[in-house]
């Protein structure tokens, strides 16, 4: 059974920085892509970052203020988030997908990020 369990949110003014951590049960190996998405009130849920490979993917907003890395040892992904504005104010989820024996998404609970002025 995957469980993804994320840490790191609260609140912090504009312009300050954050590190979101993403601990999951099972080997990162398991999954091809890892990741995280986001939900602001009255919105969709939106990707962030995600990682596949060698490849990342970043969302034009978060462009050169947010990186995404994972720590295999450690079974954990991580989002540090610079630069913070309002805007990225949302619920943070952590993703992974398994590709195998069928492929399965997999989230975690979110966790909040407040941005205030």
């Known amino acids: 059974q995957v469980q993804l369990v994320e840490s790191g949110g609260g609140l912090v003014q504009a312009g300050g920085s954050r590190q979101l951590s993403c601990q999951s049960s099972v080997s990162l190996i398991t999954f091809n892509t890892v990741g995280w998405y986001r939900q602001a009130p009255e919105k969709q849920r939106e990707l962030v970052a995600t990682?596949?490979?060698?490849?990342?993917n970043y969302a034009d907003s978060v462009k050169g203020r947010f990186t995404i890395s994972r720590d295999t040892a450690k079974n954990t992904i991580y989002l540090q988030m610079n630069s913070l504005q309002v805007a990225d104010t949302a619920v943070y989820y952590c993703y992974t997908h398994d590709p195998y024996p069928v492929p399965t998404d997999y989230w975690g609970q979110g966790t909040q990020v407040t941005v205030s002025t």
């Open positions: 990682t596949r490979g060698g490849n990342i």
